[in-house]
């Protein structure tokens, strides 16, 4: 059985190094992916619940989202080795939704790289055309080319166990590409890497897919693999599709408290809120107003970055420093505002007293979702607290470190 899977679905790895292109770039009609409201239902619970979204020809997309959100089993509807319970899922324009996987014109990677530990590299890689009687002198030809493409020359006679991680990753890389299709699934494929690969396989992975002209559809948890590469990231949360845009609209613009908490590192912070006399405070922070009118049923979202600390002379939110994290590129500072705990990210290395300081932040910075439902609030009248007690707002340009206190670098 696994023998005939990985004959239509040709397993995939991720290492790129130079090499021309191998799928049609011209004909994009087998490139795009739709999904018409797909679900997913074990035992009566919904693993993936009316998922809709369309990928186009050549795009990278990333299904992000923590584990049992659904991502990996929506890729395997897509890749057909699992069967949808309602929906469509349409590849070109064809409804595959009830075809096996080898008839779907798509290659995928696998977590575990599924490698035949019996067979040699080599054979590892023509495996798919030899299952589909490609003529042996193609199937040579087609091999010499991929293997100088990941740069595997010299490891065709091996066979797994004599490879380390990053080289399986190119032999299931080389699968895929020798396959020569337009789409290319990925479930979870770096995970198995150390921290220094992994960033070398993404950048490597993104120049491949772009080379090629592939469509990707890449799923993982890491929030870095999905800024970093993709042209899209559609996040997932118990079954369903909290959020599609670009990287940037995600982290920028987020449209519920979920997407705000999973995407940045260290992520934004969430603050409960108290109204009082027509204005909104901090809980238990009654001296200076965040936004004017009633918006204590919201929770106000900054982001660490945005957020300067300035000593307590100055204009702003009291606020007491809790500790101060130093990570080389920038210092985290822990502060309690009333009896809410917030992080700031400031540049490079950041020596702070243990008293009274003050916080501030633009009013742009300032996101609100409501707190039961945790959807984008856009209509509330935010101030930023260095304006809201009447004295001049303070930015990075003109925050005054504390007195011999200064950045070290």
Same mark, same amino acid.
């Given at each position: #059985?696994?023998?005939?899977?990985?004959?239509?679905?040709?397993?995939?790895?991720?290492?790129?190094?130079?090499?021309?292109?191998?799928?049609?770039?011209?004909?994009?009609?087998?490139?795009?992916?739709?999904?018409?409201?797909?679900?997913?239902?074990?035992?009566?619970?919904?693993?993936?619940?009316?998922?809709?979204?369309?990928?186009?020809?050549?795009?990278?997309?990333?299904?992000?989202?923590?584990?049992?959100?659904?991502?990996?089993?929506?890729?395997?509807?897509?890749?057909?080795?699992?069967?949808?319970?309602?929906?469509?899922?349409?590849?070109?324009?064809?409804?595959?939704?009830?075809?096996?996987?080898?008839?779907?014109?798509?290659?995928?990677?696998?977590?575990?790289?599924?490698?035949?530990? @019996?067979?040699?590299?080599?054979?590892?890689?023509?495996?798919?055309?030899?299952?589909? +009687?490609?003529?042996?002198?193609?199937?040579?030809?087609?091999?010499?080319?991929?293997?100088?493409?990941?740069?595997?020359?010299?490891?065709?006679?091996?066979?797994?166990?004599?490879?380390?991680?990053?080289?399986?990753?190119?032999?299931?890389?080389?699968?895929?590409?020798?396959?020569?299709?337009?789409?290319?699934?990925?479930?979870?494929?770096?995970?198995?890497?150390?921290?220094?690969?992994?960033?070398?396989?993404?950048?490597?992975?993104?120049?491949?897919?772009?080379?090629?002209? #592939?469509?990707?559809?890449?799923?993982?948890?890491?929030?870095?693999?999905?800024?970093?590469?993709?042209?899209?990231?559609?996040?997932? @949360?118990?079954?369903?599709?909290?959020?599609?845009?670009?990287?940037?609209?995600?982290?920028?613009?987020?449209?519920?408290?979920?997407?705000?908490?999973?995407?940045?590192?260290?992520? #934004?912070?969430?603050?409960?809120?108290?109204?009082?006399?027509?204005?909104?405070?901090?809980? +238990?922070?009654?001296?200076?107003?965040?936004?004017?009118?009633?918006?204590?049923?919201?929770?106000?979202?900054?982001?660490?970055?945005?957020?300067?600390?300035?000593?307590?002379?100055?204009?702003? #939110?009291?606020?007491?420093?809790?500790?101060?994290?130093?990570?080389?590129?920038?210092?985290?500072?822990?502060?309690?505002?009333?009896?809410?705990?917030?992080?700031?990210?400031?540049?490079?290395?950041?020596?702070?007293?243990?008293? @009274?300081?003050?916080?501030?932040?633009?009013?742009?910075?300032? @996101?609100?979702?409501?707190?039961?439902?945790?959807?984008?609030?856009?209509?509330?009248?935010?101030?930023?607290?260095?304006?809201?007690?009447?004295?001049?707002?303070?930015?990075?340009?003109?925050?005054?470190?504390?007195?011999?206190?200064?950045?070290?670098?």
């Amino acid at each position: #059985m696994i023998r005939r899977v990985l004959a239509g679905i040709d397993a995939v790895s991720l290492f790129a190094t130079e090499g021309r292109a191998m799928v049609d770039t011209k004909n994009n009609d087998n490139k795009r992916i739709r999904l018409e409201d797909v679900s997913k239902v074990w035992d009566g619970l919904a693993a993936v619940d009316q998922v809709t979204f369309d990928v186009s020809p050549g795009e990278f997309v990333i299904l992000l989202g923590p584990s049992g959100c659904g991502k990996s089993t929506t890729l395997r509807m897509i890749s057909g080795l699992e069967q949808t319970t309602a929906g469509r899922i349409v590849i070109g324009d064809r409804d595959v939704t009830r075809e096996p996987p080898g008839n779907r014109g798509i290659s995928m990677v696998f977590q575990s790289y599924a490698l035949f530990p @019996h067979l040699s590299v080599a054979d590892n890689i023509v495996f798919g055309l030899r299952s589909r +009687k490609v003529p042996k002198p193609q199937r040579q030809e087609r091999l010499e080319r991929v293997a100088r493409m990941v740069g595997l020359e010299d490891y065709l006679d091996r066979k797994p166990a004599q490879l380390s991680g990053g080289q399986r990753q190119r032999v299931a890389l080389a699968r895929a590409i020798i396959a020569e299709n337009a789409i290319c699934l990925m479930d979870e494929p770096l995970s198995n890497l150390d921290a220094r690969l992994r960033g070398d396989m993404r950048r490597e992975i993104k120049a491949l897919q772009q080379r090629l002209g #592939m469509t990707v559809v890449y799923v993982t948890h890491d929030q870095v693999e999905a800024m970093s590469m993709g042209d899209r990231v559609i996040l997932m @949360h118990s079954g369903r599709i909290v959020q599609d845009g670009s990287p940037a609209e995600l982290y920028n613009r987020p449209t519920t408290a979920f997407a705000a908490s999973f995407i940045g590192s260290p992520a #934004m912070n969430l603050i409960e809120l108290e109204a009082m006399e027509g204005q909104t405070f901090i809980a +238990k922070e009654p001296t200076v107003p965040i936004a004017w009118g009633d918006a204590g049923h919201c929770l106000l979202g900054l982001r660490p970055e945005d957020i300067v600390i300035q000593p307590s002379s100055a204009a702003g #939110m009291p606020a007491q420093v809790i500790d101060e994290e130093y990570l080389g590129a920038d210092t985290i500072v822990r502060v309690r505002v009333g009896n809410q705990t917030l992080r700031a990210r400031l540049p490079g290395q950041q020596s702070m007293p243990s008293e @009274h300081c003050r916080v501030d932040w633009p009013v742009t910075a300032a @996101h609100f979702f409501t707190a039961d439902s945790g959807e984008r609030r856009d209509d509330i009248d935010a101030v930023a607290p260095a304006t809201a007690n009447s004295r001049s707002p303070i930015s990075r340009d003109t925050a005054q470190p504390f007195p011999d206190q200064g950045a070290k670098r």
